[in-house]
Structure formats: structure tokens, C-alpha cells
């Protein structure tokens, strides 16, 4: 049986990783860590609700678990500024994943960005690229990085007109030739099969850091081997 622990629980991933978690046999228990109560309930659900994110890594740090995912994230324009996207997007899901790393968990999760790069000249994808590098030197036994492209599915709260209508646009390349040229295009319920597939494997070694990253489309095919 495997404890989870779950960052973004409300959000267009995250929250079908919680939906997918509770009719899993072998996931014992869960713990969400929020700003609102997701909408999903269960028993097996332990949510903490949290307006202040700064409490967030005691909270983790309170709590024990053997795996934790975290779907959470923003966009320079809901953020307001790039300082403010970096110290949301980078900021809270780094302190989670210290916590995370001091609470024991085993393996971390993290939904990243295709194109991710701490080289890139562009904001997004460096931020991402930078989380992602400095993750990986905590040293958790397995570390899971998934890259998928642009997510679909319908948000609680819309990420922009932009994106809203990219997603649009792009979408109905979505398993055609085409798609690696197209932001390769994923349903999100598809990205939450693949993380909880590869968070659901134990670690090879508790000694020997083990990291996967999983490109946008081993994402897709990554979901299919997801029994749940």
C-alpha cells in the first residue's frame, strides 16, 4: 500500500491525479495540500487547506508518505509579473520538494513543460528547466519529471485568451502526425495516468538516486500502461 501526497490537487492535472488515486486499491491514503477544498472526496482524502503557501512545506514536512506529486503551477499572466511567476512556479514547488525530501518520501513527481531548459533565453521553459535541475540535486531515491505539451481540458480558471485559444487550435492535431510540430497536445487525464504509472513503481535503489524524465510523447504512451 502507498501514501500520496498531492500539490495542485485542484488544478487541471493535479486534480485528476487525485480523481484517479482514490479508485486505486493499492493507495492507502492521500493528502492534498491546497489553497481551496478540491472538489473531489473521499476517505481516503486528507485535505489540508492552506491560504498561505509559505505554510505549506510544514505541512508536508507534518506529514508522512511514500510518494508526492506535484501538479502545481501558473503562467506569467496570472502571476502578474515574471518575478512573481518565478517565486509561484519555481519558489513553492521547490520548498514543497525540500519538505517533501526532509518528510522521507521516496519518490517525487513533478509535472514539467516540454521544452523545458535552464539555458532557455525565455521565461517559462528556463524556470521550468531550472526547478526541474534543482529537484534532481536533492537527491530523492526516484525523481519523475514529466515534459508534456500543451495540456487539455477544461480549467477551473482559464490561463488566458492566448493559451485558451492555442489550446484550441492545437487540439485537433492531437495524435496525428503532426502533433510533435503542434506543442504536442495532451489531454491532462492522460498526464495523471503517467505520473501516477511511474510514481506507483518502487524505487530501483534507496541508495543509488534514480531520475526518469519522461518526454512529451512517452507522456501519451506512458498512459496506456496506467492500470488503474
Not at 113 to 127: C, K, Q
Not at 144 to 155: C, F, M
Not at 179 to 200: G, I, N, Q, R, T
Request: aromatic share 8%; proline share 3%; with cysteine.
Amino acid at each position: 500500500m502507498v501514501a500520496i501526497e498531492i500539490l495542485g490537487g485542484t488544478g487541471l492535472v493535479g486534480s485528476h491525479v487525485l480523481q484517479l488515486a482514490t479508485k486505486l486499491s493499492s493507495v492507502s491514503h492521500i493528502t492534498t495540500f491546497t489553497r481551496r477544498a478540491p472538489k473531489t472526496q473521499a476517505d481516503k482524502i486528507e485535505a489540508v487547506v492552506e491560504q498561505d503557501s509559505d505554510k505549506w512545506g510544514d505541512l508536508i514536512k507534518a506529514h508522512k508518505a511514500d510518494v508526492f506529486v506535484s501538479a502545481f503551477g501558473t503562467t506569467r499572466k496570472n502571476a502578474g509579473s515574471a518575478e512573481n511567476f518565478t517565486k509561484i512556479d519555481y519558489g513553492i514547488n521547490y520548498e514543497a520538494a525540500k519538505a517533501a525530501k526532509e518528510a522521507g518520501i521516496s519518490t517525487f513527481v513533478i509535472v514539467s513543460s516540454i521544452g523545458a531548459s535552464a539555458s532557455s533565453m525565455f521565461l517559462y521553459p528556463s524556470t521550468k528547466g531550472k526547478l526541474e535541475d534543482d529537484i534532481i540535486a536533492l537527491g530523492f531515491p526516484k525523481t519523475v519529471i514529466l515534459r508534456p505539451g500543451l495540456l487539455l481540458g477544461e480549467r477551473e480558471v482559464s490561463k488566458g485568451a492566448a493559451e485558451d485559444t492555442a489550446r484550441a487550435i492545437f487540439s485537433r492535431f492531437k495524435g496525428t502526425f503532426l502533433s510533435k510540430y503542434m506543442m504536442s497536445p495532451v489531454e491532462s487525464e492522460d498526464v495523471a495516468k503517467c505520473a501516477l504509472y511511474h510514481a506507483l513503481q518502487a524505487p530501483a535503489s534507496e541508495t543509488n538516486p534514480e531520475v526518469v524524465i519522461v518526454s512529451a510523447e512517452n507522456v501519451i504512451a506512458d498512459a496506456k500502461k496506467y492500470q488503474g
